[in-house]
């Protein structure tokens, strides 16, 4: 199918410097972020007592992309993510159509999370406080990816303690109920299928460690590692928070919360905790979109080399081994959506074409042979088919935007093969 692409030896090749531990927290920081303060409500509205059915289905969903992300990762060692295997497996339609799906929905969860912070800092500025989130994490990664990953760190270890705060009062209050947890008739196919969805979201920091693939020393054997080790520990700290937090609430009493969290803190008479939940979301978010510009530029990047993009964005610079046009380019557009856009609707929009990305994604490991790391059959089986099926099931909002916008890429590609062929 072609080698293994790699930019070794070029001129703006990138500082190979993030070991295993390095490449985990980057996972965890985009994983354990904004979502699990803001994404479970949502979903309990749609799953109702079956909510617990649909986090336990986007793991598997998640699993399973996460196992064909690292199979390809391992091989295809450059920065692009799924880009790069779409174009080397598929074709370059194929992987075109991953890269639009994922600079454009992940630009959109950027926005996402710098409107979280905004929301959570000062609500009544929550636009101007987006911008300015956006502004100082760009000027983080453009200093050079260790940096980030050392303040990915200390967030993940503020976020992760505020949660276990959260989990310990819900669990030992006396308003805990594990009568809560049980499946009633409020639970659908469709409305669990929908939940599955919206938690996704949540879960899909792992392809930030993919996109790193041509920092990481080592990626034959960092990447396969780090990717089901950063899932595994956020499936885990995912599913004891939802317990604790049905416990208290209840299905119907969480699809009804604005701050699923703070409010299961104030059910649990801990208002003390209450403010330090807020902090502890501002700093989730930060995290998420700290490692989110990360990804999102590295994308860039790849398809800046292939002129998918403006080749000026395929820049790395001199002393910082960092794609700084990029990661600046991207970090003005999330400032201006920052500025301009809705929390809701950004979430669903890049729900929807983050499962698209991993939908090629699957494809692309499907055609790997056995003497190339290829998983089981199943696993890239299930992956497609329940991408498809988890974004078809979110709102019909996010669905008709999301196509529209997946057609359009397609359609700019097309428009430039054609002027392409008749310039030759």
Same mark, same amino acid.
């Given at each position: 199918?072609?080698?293994?692409?790699?930019?070794?030896?070029?001129?703006?090749?990138?500082?190979?410097?993030?070991?295993?531990?390095?490449?985990?927290?980057?996972?965890?920081?985009?994983?354990?972020?904004?979502?699990?303060?803001?994404?479970? !409500?949502?979903?309990?509205?749609?799953?109702?007592?079956?909510?617990?059915?649909?986090?336990?289905?986007?793991?598997?969903?998640?699993?399973?992309?996460?196992?064909?992300?690292?199979?390809?990762? *391992?091989?295809?060692?450059?920065?692009?993510?799924?880009?790069?295997?779409?174009?080397?497996?598929?074709?370059?339609?194929?992987?075109?159509?991953?890269?639009?799906?994922?600079?454009?929905?992940?630009?959109?969860?950027?926005?996402?999370?710098?409107?979280?912070?905004?929301?959570?800092?000062?609500?009544?500025?929550?636009?101007? +406080?987006? +911008?300015?989130?956006?502004?100082?994490?760009?000027?983080?990664?453009?200093?050079?990816?260790?940096?980030? %990953?050392?303040?990915?760190?200390?967030?993940?270890?503020?976020?992760?303690?505020?949660?276990?705060?959260?989990?310990?009062?819900?669990?030992?209050?006396? *308003?805990?109920?594990?009568?809560?947890?049980?499946?009633?008739?409020?639970?659908?196919?469709?409305?669990?299928?929908?939940? !599955?969805?919206?938690?996704?979201?949540?879960?899909?920091?792992?392809?930030?460690?993919?996109?790193?693939?041509?920092?990481? #020393?080592?990626?034959?054997?960092?990447?396969?590692?780090?990717?089901?080790?950063?899932?595994?520990?956020?499936?885990?700290?995912?599913?004891?928070?939802?317990?604790?937090?049905?416990?208290?609430?209840? %299905?119907?009493?969480?699809?009804?919360?604005?701050?699923?969290?703070?409010?299961?803190?104030?059910?649990?008479? *801990?208002?003390?905790?209450?403010?330090?939940? #807020?902090?502890? %979301?501002?700093? %989730?978010?930060?995290?998420?979109?700290?490692?989110?510009? /990360?990804?999102?530029?590295?994308?860039?990047?790849?398809?800046?080399?292939?002129?998918?993009?403006?080749?000026?964005?395929?820049?790395?610079?001199?002393?910082?081994?960092?794609?700084?046009?990029?990661?600046?380019?991207?970090?003005?557009?999330?400032?201006?959506?920052?500025?301009?856009?809705?929390?809701?609707?950004?979430?669903?929009?890049?729900?929807?074409?983050?499962?698209?990305?991993?939908?090629?994604?699957?494809?692309? *490991?499907?055609?790997?042979?056995?003497?190339?790391?290829?998983?089981?059959?199943?696993?890239?089986?299930?992956? /497609?088919?329940?991408?498809?099926?988890?974004?078809?099931? /979110?709102?019909?909002?996010?669905?008709?935007?999301?196509? !529209?916008?997946?057609? /359009?890429? !397609?359609?700019?590609?097309?428009?430039?093969?054609?002027?392409?062929?008749?310039?030759?």
């Amino acid at each position: 199918m072609g080698k293994p692409s790699t930019a070794a030896g070029l001129p703006d090749e990138l500082r190979r410097r993030l070991g295993v531990p390095d490449a985990v927290v980057i996972g965890l920081g985009s994983m354990i972020g904004a979502g699990i303060f803001a994404a479970l !409500a949502p979903a309990a509205h749609a799953a109702g007592s079956g909510l617990l059915v649909g986090l336990a289905l986007a793991a598997v969903v998640a699993y399973c992309n996460a196992t064909s992300s690292a199979r390809l990762a *391992a091989r295809y060692p450059a920065s692009g993510g799924t880009y790069v295997y779409g174009r080397e497996r598929l074709g370059p339609f194929w992987g075109y159509l991953a890269g639009w799906a994922f600079v454009v929905g992940k630009t959109a969860s950027c926005a996402a999370m710098a409107l979280t912070v905004g929301s959570y800092v000062w609500p009544g500025q929550a636009h101007a +406080v987006a +911008v300015a989130a956006v502004v100082a994490l760009t000027a983080v990664n453009y200093a050079g990816v260790q940096k980030s %990953a050392v303040l990915t760190r200390v967030i993940v270890g503020v976020v992760v303690a505020v949660l276990a705060a959260v989990v310990v009062a819900a669990l030992t209050s006396g *308003a805990s109920d594990a009568a809560r947890l049980d499946i009633g008739d409020d639970a659908t196919a469709g409305g669990v299928l929908q939940a !599955a969805g919206l938690l996704f979201f949540a879960f899909a920091g792992y392809a930030r460690i993919a996109t790193l693939g041509e920092e990481v #020393r080592d990626p034959a054997r960092t990447i396969p590692r780090a990717i089901p080790i950063a899932l595994g520990i956020t499936l885990v700290v995912y599913a004891v928070v939802a317990v604790a937090v049905l416990t208290v609430l209840g %299905a119907d009493g969480l699809a009804k919360a604005t701050a699923p969290l703070s409010d299961a803190a104030r059910a649990a008479g *801990a208002d003390w905790l209450v403010p330090v939940v #807020r902090v502890g %979301a501002a700093v %989730a978010a930060l995290g998420s979109l700290l490692a989110l510009i /990360l990804g999102v530029s590295r994308t860039t990047l790849a398809m800046a080399r292939d002129r998918h993009l403006p080749h000026a964005l395929a820049a790395v610079h001199p002393t910082f081994k960092v794609p700084h046009r990029a990661e600046l380019a991207v970090g003005a557009v999330v400032a201006v959506l920052a500025a301009t856009g809705d929390l809701r609707g950004a979430i669903g929009f890049s729900s929807f074409g983050v499962l698209a990305y991993y939908a090629v994604a699957n494809a692309s *490991a499907w055609t790997l042979g056995p003497d190339e790391g290829r998983p089981a059959r199943i696993v890239p089986a299930v992956g /497609l088919a329940g991408c498809l099926v988890l974004a078809f099931a /979110l709102p019909s909002a996010s669905v008709i935007s999301g196509a !529209a916008v997946l057609a /359009l890429g !397609a359609a700019v590609y097309g428009v430039r093969r054609t002027l392409a062929a008749q310039s030759s």
